[in-house]
């Protein structure tokens, strides 16, 4: 009986609501949300008490699980800080494709990227994106946080140099020094920022777009 | 025989010219040199190898001396990496010294700092200013290093107050973000930066200061 319970509820179902089982869509979006969960608690450790001061148990504690029901979602701690980073870097990558279409000076595009940014930096998953790189990471996982900060790096670049073609942006930026030096700032608020901040992010985004666009020289 | 050697080494000496040991003047100095070697070595092993992998051993061994040797120079690791903070730390702190006197615009002496600083981070002592923080320092060191990079910023925030007053720098740039954004982008060189890279440290100012002082938008 539980048998046959169990084969009704692995079957691809639309309306399953006479059984006492949850329906495949419903099982994965649960798994998804306490995978997203893992994630979430992870980052918050990792962001108070260090990467290498957290342990497995200490994530499963904090969501009153077992370890054993953490390794249900995840393959082990890089896998999650590497999650984390990704969870980080998905917001500013979803601000490149926001921004794709040229329907907008790239210097206004590069203004939304730059907000979003600053949005992601300032997010739980804040510290994971600026300080994952610099974990004992294994070779492969760290040649995928290279890939995806490159990624990042190309599209500021790719703003940068459009902005200098569509007259929105000065032509004597040198895009590459450009890019360094602005998501060398937005990165920087990893270390400093607070959630109990004076400013809000949406603020501190503002005081940094109003120093890149205009600059300390009055005009 | 040896004593009264030792004996005359030790007073305070103006020609020791005729004596086989070194002038109290002329040891005191080669202790410095060597000291300094012993910070110099291990700024640039902390960033090859990481903080953590590096021993005192593995110093030693750079200079072709042995462990006791080092203590001699430096009580432990962690003071050597204060040190290769403090090293670095210097030059910016020299940098507004030089610019106390109000004989120029703001502006100007904030891009003087900037260079200076660009040049600190990009120097063998870059990544101890930059990741020193990030160690598991002991609370008094950690104090001392927050001591250290607050009068940095508190340094920076007052050249752009000087700025806003005496006209050379816009009336609306806010001194505290600026500070983190300017601080922000200059520490992340030291992420970034290689000594075989295309651009000078020079260079490498010059671009980030045409983007702090002139912006993106077209003038």
């Known amino acids: 009986m539980a048998t046959a319970a169990r084969k009704k509820a692995d079957r691809p179902a639309t309306d399953n609501s006479d059984s006492p089982w949850a329906s495949p869509d419903r099982r994965a979006s649960e798994r998804m949300r306490k995978r997203e969960a893992v994630i979430g ?11 290498h001061n957290t342990s497995l148990d200490d994530i499963a504690a904090l969501l009153h699980v077992t370890k054993p029901t953490i390794y249900h979602y995840v393959e082990n701690k890089e896998q999650i800080l590497f999650e984390c980073f990704r969870t980080g870097l998905d917001q ?46 294994s070779p492969a996982m760290s040649g995928q946080v290279k890939t995806l900060k490159s990624e990042i790096d190309q599209g500021i670049r790719r703003l940068l140099r459009e902005g200098r073609e569509d007259g929105s942006i000065r032509a004597d930026v040198d895009p590459k020094m450009t890019a360094f030096a602005l998501a060398g700032a937005l990165n920087w608020i990893a270390h400093w920022y607070r959630s109990d901040a004076t400013l809000t ?10 120093l890149f666009v205009d600059g300390l020289r009055p005009r």
């Open 41 to 51: 608690a992870a980052a918050r450790a990792f962001k108070e008490r260090g990467y």
């Open 92 to 137: 500013i990558r979803a601000a490149f494709g926001a921004v794709r279409r040229p329907d907008a000076p790239a210097r206004e595009r590069l203004e939304l990227v730059i907000r979003r940014y600053a949005a992601a930096v300032t997010s739980e998953f804040g510290w994971c994106m600026v300080r994952a790189e610099d974990q004992d990471l």
């Open 201 to 210: 992010p949406d603020e501190i985004a503002d005081r940094f777009v109003v």
